[in-house]
């Protein structure tokens, strides 16, 4: 039998609402929709986002950091950048409280709250008992104007374009973006191209090497803190100054405009799976 806590009187949580509960040490975020109470970890799994935080939209709550999805019923991750889920909890409502156990792991199967007695009958005794709720996060939002305005993500060269630009010692724009699609998120495995990663790359001829070119790109990162920057940023400058036809590479990490979904390829989300 799973070891429930009881987290709150029944009456603290509005419908729909949302609160963030205690259960052994660990932190869980509630919800209560069209009922039923759900808990999952109060933690993204693309970057540690405090997911009580962010917008609730029927059984979707969006990370306030970068908009990732979360179904609350079973955690799974329903939008990049996260794409691992995060875990369920089993739920019971019992004695006028909601009581919590913590699931068996990440990703978890739905626990008994998803399958258990439905409370729908349940009338709360305070409606307006929602101080658990918070203001809706308005993060996700898509790409601004100036996002707009900087170089489109998509490459717009075939390879075949791409490797005669290299091979004729003049390098293009899209001979660059297409070398960099041999670099590839190592969570996501998508390449950082079509992931909408690259904000700008600028070619100039090299001063110290003549017939040469430097390259500047200015790239982003799914998050400010994103634990793979170091390698994205070795790999790229491997894959475009391995080039006979560049002197040298310079990667300038770009965290405005932030990066959001909608940067990426339609490429990019069939490989992902998303629709
Ligand atoms: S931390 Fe949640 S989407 Fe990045």
Not at 138 to 165: C, F, L, Q, R
Request: aromatic content about 6%.
């Amino acid at each position: 039998m799973p070891d429930f806590t009881r987290v709150a009187d029944l009456s603290e949580i509005a419908d729909p609402g949302k609160m963030l509960v205690e259960v052994d040490g660990e932190v869980v975020a509630l919800f209560h929709v069209e009922g039923r109470f759900y808990a999952i970890d109060d933690v993204c799994t693309h970057d540690g986002g405090p997911l009580v935080d962010g917008e609730l939209t029927g059984y979707k709550i969006a990370c306030p950091r970068h908009g990732a999805k979360f179904d609350i019923r079973t955690g799974a991750a329903l939008s990049m950048p996260a794409v691992r889920p995060t875990r369920a909890h089993a739920v019971k409502v019992e004695d006028g409280g909601v009581w919590v156990a913590l699931g068996s792991g990440p990703g978890a199967t739905p626990g008994p709250n998803n399958q258990a007695a439905d409370f729908r009958s349940y009338t709360p005794t305070n409606t307006a008992a929602s101080a658990a709720e918070s203001s809706p996060a308005s993060h996700a939002s898509a790409g601004s104007p100036a996002a707009a305005s900087s170089t489109p993500a998509t490459a717009g060269a075939s390879p075949s374009t791409a490797t005669a630009a290299a091979t004729d010692g003049v390098p293009s724009e899209e001979a660059v973006r297409e070398w960099l699609k041999e670099v590839k998120d190592p969570e996501l495995f998508v390449n950082i191209v079509d992931l909408g990663l690259i904000y700008g790359v600028t070619l100039s001829p090299s001063a110290d090497a003549p017939g040469k070119h430097q390259v500047a790109i200015d790239m982003t990162m799914t998050s400010p803190a994103c634990p793979a920057g170091p390698q994205l940023i070795a790999d790229t400058k491997r894959a475009v100054g391995s080039r006979d036809s560049i002197a040298g590479v310079e990667v300038r990490i770009v965290m405005d405009p932030p990066w959001t979904p909608d940067r990426m390829t339609d490429a990019a989300r069939d490989q992902l799976g998303i629709f």
